[in-house]
């Protein structure tokens, strides 16, 4: 069954400005990453469409690669992407990769998945999005291109090349390799905007190690003034080759946004701003047991605080809410209180 409308307009990309104030109802602060982000999907689509007239120029793609902290919202900045968008979305781990033929996902199974999420639709499939998790748990440790095979590591950086690139990939309709005479499915992932995102854990020594370089001989200007608290905003795509990611990898992916880490003001802000944010998620909860649950502001900052020391970002706040409020949550509903109000002390005595 071919189709006969076209999938998607232009009309329904939102422009990149709209694509943030999206983004913004849901996801605080970020907003280098943000701009990039939207920039980056609104082009992917805008080359979709090119694509669809044979002659001219060809746009190629630009893949997204994300740096940031452990809890700094990258793989909720792409769900959050994919639900406004309406595209499918595939989240694949990395770490769960390796080359074909060991035990472990194959590079296909992130197509599949993808596939999945598409409703089987091979056609909306190709213009998904992929975002490829823990990117930097594949790079290569140390700098000697090993002679045994490295399973999980730099053979899955070479496998990820034509998948990123654009390649057709046989996917097995209903997942899995157990019935060989079962018909392939062909995709392409030309069309597929693939997004990785890690951590590197470390990269900030690397990034530091370069300014300070730099930074020694007659004409060290003064304006060369370092954020010490935000290394990661420096970083370069050599800072990432020698992190251990190879450069053919390190070049599909031309277009590098970083995500800040957390400081005190957002998390506060994160608690309860954005749409579906933590405190309103357990006001919901406990009002479905006709309890009216409320924070002082004190407690809120506690709260705060604490996150920044356990260094979780924002991961950090949902497990702190969650061990406030447990005793609350298992002796309150069938009761007659009505109420909660978490002061300060309160959220101290619990923690």
């Not at 900045?77 to 406004?84: E, F, G, I, Q, S």
Request: net charge negative; with cysteine; glycine share 8%.
């Amino acid at each position: 069954e071919k189709r006969t409308e076209p999938l998607f307009t232009m009309k329904d990309i939102p422009a990149p400005h709209k694509i943030k104030e999206m983004l913004d109802e849901y996801v605080i602060g970020q907003d280098q990453a943000k701009r990039i982000i939207s920039v980056a999907v609104y082009n992917h689509y805008k080359r979709i469409f090119l694509d669809k007239d044979k002659e001219g120029t060809r746009v190629d793609k630009s893949n997204i690669l994300m740096i940031g902290p452990t809890g700094s919202g990258k793989t909720y900045l792409v769900k959050t992407l994919a639900k406004l968008l309406n595209v499918p979305l595939a989240i694949a781990d990395a770490t769960s990769l390796t080359e074909a033929g060991y035990i472990g996902d194959d590079i296909e199974s992130v197509i599949s998945k993808l596939l999945l999420s598409a409703g089987n639709d091979v056609e909306r499939a190709e213009c998904g999005i992929v975002f490829i998790d823990e990117i930097d748990k594949i790079a290569r440790k140390g700098d000697n291109p090993s002679i045994t095979r490295d399973v999980s590591g730099e053979g899955v950086q070479h496998a990820l090349l034509k998948l990123l690139e654009g390649s057709i990939v046989n996917v097995p309709p209903k997942g899995g390799r157990k019935h060989p005479d079962q018909k392939y499915i062909e995709v392409n992932t030309e069309h597929i905007l693939f997004i990785a995102g890690g951590a590197f854990d470390g990269i900030e020594q690397i990034i530091a190690k370069r300014m300070n370089r730099q930074a020694v001989g007659y004409n060290t200007s003064k304006e060369t003034r370092v954020d010490d608290k935000n290394l990661l905003q420096y970083v370069t795509h050599k800072d990432l080759k020698d992190f251990g990611l190879i450069p053919e990898i390190i070049g599909r992916l031309p277009v590098l946004t970083y995500m800040n880490p957390l400081d005190e003001s957002t998390l506060r802000m994160i608690l309860t701003e954005p749409k579906n944010a933590i405190i309103k998620q357990y006001i919901k909860l406990f009002g479905m047991d006709d309890i009216a649950l409320s924070f002082e502001e004190e407690a809120l900052n506690f709260i705060v605080e604490k996150a920044l020391e356990y260094k979780l970002g924002a991961r950090g706040l949902r497990s702190l809410c969650e061990s406030i409020l447990t005793d609350a949550m298992f002796q309150l509903p069938g009761t007659e209180e009505k109420s909660l109000v978490v002061t300060r002390a309160y959220a101290q005595e619990k923690l």
